[in-house]
Every structure is written in C-alpha cells, then in structure tokens.
C-alpha cells in the first residue's frame, strides 16, 4: 500500500512483481485514507489513477465555484464520508475556507472538504491525481500544470523520479524538468519531449529536460530544490558556428527574444526548443516586423530552425528583386550560397 506522495510506473513494476499494490489517497482532515485503486499490468500510459472512493465516502472534482466539472477537466477535489472531520480547533476562518456544504448530494447537512489538491476523472471515472493547485503558475498568461507535467513524465519507462519548476531568465520563464533514471541507458531529453508532446498540450512541454541519475533528497526524505542543479551548470559549451548576418540577426532579435536564450545551434527546431504554438505566432510576427518578410505557415512547421528561417526570408528577398538586380547579387554569390537557397 503506497502513499504520500505521487510515484512512477518504474517503481510499480520494480515492486509489485508477485505483489498486489495499492495507490491510496486521503488527507488527515478525512481520516487519512479515502480514495484507493488497486495497481495492475497494464498500466495506464499516462498518469496513475489514484482511483474512487472508498465505501461510505465520496469524491468530487470541482471548480473556483464549487461546481463540479466535466469528466477530464481539471479542479479540485473535494472529499467527504463518515471519516470527515468535524474541523479545524479554534480556528473559524479556516473552517469556512476548507470545509463546505456538499454541492452534489442530497443530504442537506452533508459536508465536504476542500483539499487542495487538482484531479481530474479519466475515461472510465476514476480519478486521477494532477497536482497542488498552489503550483498552478503562469507563462506568457497560459496556465501551467506543474503536476500534470510531472505525472505524464513520470509515466514514461525508465522514470524513477521526476521535479518540475519554472525558471526565470532575464525577462522570460520556462519550464525545467528534472528526470530521476537511476542511470537507465532509454532515457533522452528528445524520448522525453515527444512523450510530452503526446500527452500534454504545447504550452506544458518542457523547454528543457535535465536527465539525473537522482535528484537530491533532503532530510525530510523530499526533493532538495536548492541543491538542484542550474540548467546553464549542466550544459555543455556548443561549439561556435558560423552564421550568416541574416542568421545572426534571426537568432539573436527573433528567436532570442521570444525563447529567452540564445544558447542553440542553428538546425534545432523552434519546438524542440521548447516553443509553444502561442510563442509560434509571435516569432512570424517578429520576423515579419524586422525583416519585412511574411513567412508561411507550410515553411515554418516544415522547419521552424533559425537556418531555416533566414533562409526563408533570403529566398523572399531575391525574390523581389528586379531580373536585373538579382542576377547580379547572383554572380556575387558562392556556388555554396547559391545551391543552399535553391535546395527545397
């Protein structure tokens, strides 16, 4: 019977070979246990299910308003049963605050309590445990759920464990995830970026992944977040590359800008650097605004690379030009630059 905390799939099948395993939720204002689900092969390729109310208990997710919402949203839950308690001593306000008359049921002196924490009812109705809502953050004004993050890496095989924080960079924040393997030889930051790019919408994937062996553990037995490594601690030096003026200027005022680094190489894709569909418009709206250049959407999603890009808007430079003029920026061009611009 494991509790406490979230878990990995990897600690599930390192200990439940010949074992029944339990994922159990509650909290002490309901008498510590209320919610469980039995653990079994195979297992859920997304987040464990904490699972349904135990009997003579109930569970609802609810939103800002304490009205339940649909199946895959979101809220917070709520809890209730015979193992509720009666409340906080001496401390009124709290009482107000956290424990509520029950919304759904039909007993008028039934009563609930609000934990704190966000879940979400999967397919078959049974619960899934996302987060605390206190880690809600946002980015860009898009909401972030740190624990729903942590629980789809958590699901990917090889994860013992796994820390999600954001990060502020000059004027910018980005999400760093920390993934525990205990040296699994399967885990890479690109494996983990499309896992996430599965289950989560772009605005949640990572920008960065830190692959560990383990995270730092602090004497209360949780992660040290101060002993976490900085991501610029744990990056190595790339190699200096040559780049054109165009490149140059679409690297350091277009894509830097927005992705609030300029620490890449050149053929890595917008998205693998961790940009979001929403930080996608505003790049082709910079490039737009400081190299006069419209770039389509067919040209970026096929490769959204700052080579790619300048190369997009040289091609639409010698592409206004009059014959006359192009042909003689033509005859100054290396053959080099000139099979480059015209290679589909």
């Known amino acids: 019977f494991v509790g ?13 070979k010949g074992r029944r395993i339990f994922n159990g939720y509650g909290v ?9 689900e039995e653990l079994k092969e195979p297992l859920s390729a997304a987040a464990l299910p904490i699972g349904a109310p135990m009997d003579n208990h109930v569970a609802y997710v609810l939103d800002e ?13 709520a809890i209730g049963g015979v193992g509720l308690a009666a409340g906080y001593w001496h401390r009124d306000e709290d009482n107000r605050r956290r424990f509520i008359q029950d919304p759904v049921g039909d007993d008028p002196e039934a009563r609930l309590y609000l934990t704190g924490d966000l879940v979400r009812l999967n397919g078959d109705g049974r619960l899934v445990y996302v987060g605390r809502a206190d880690k809600q953050v946002k980015i860009n004004g898009v909401r972030i759920e740190i624990g729903e993050i942590e629980s789809v890496i958590r699901a990917f095989d090889g994860i013992r464990n796994v820390y999600v924080r954001v990060q502020q960079v000059q004027d910018h924040k980005r999400v760093v995830a920390y993934c525990a393997t205990g040296g699994a030889p399967n885990v890479s930051e690109t494996a983990l970026r499309e896992h996430c790019r599965r ?3 772009s605005t949640m994937v990572p920008s960065t992944f830190l692959v560990l062996d383990e995270l730092p553990i602090n004497a209360s037995g949780k992660i040290d977040e101060r002993a976490l490594p900085g991501v610029d601690a744990t990056a190595e030096p790339e190699p200096e590359e040559q780049l054109s003026d165009v490149e140059r200027q679409m690297l350091t ?11 890449f190489a050149k053929n ?19 490039i737009k605004k400081i190299f006069a250049t419209d770039i389509s959407l067919a040209a970026f999603f096929a490769d959204s690379s700052v080579q790619s890009m300048a190369l997009e808007v040289e091609r639409a430079r010698l592409a206004g030009l009059p014959p006359e003029e192009l042909e003689k920026v033509i005859e100054q061009m290396s053959e080099e630059d000139v099979s480059r611009l015209l290679a589909e």
């Open 253 to 263: 005022k277009a894509f830097g800008p927005i992705l609030g680094r300029t620490d």
């Open 268 to 286: 890595v894709s917008f998205f693998d650097l961790g940009g979001t569909s929403l930080q996608a418009a505003q790049l082709v709206s910079k």
């Open 65 to 77: 308003q304490n009205t339940p919402v649909p199946q895959g949203v979101i809220g917070q839950l």
């Open 199 to 201: 289950y989560l919408v």
């Open 28 to 36: 002490t204002e309901c008498t510590v246990t209320s919610i469980v």
């Open 4 to 16: 406490g905390e979230a878990f990995s799939h990897e600690l599930v099948r390192a200990w439940g």
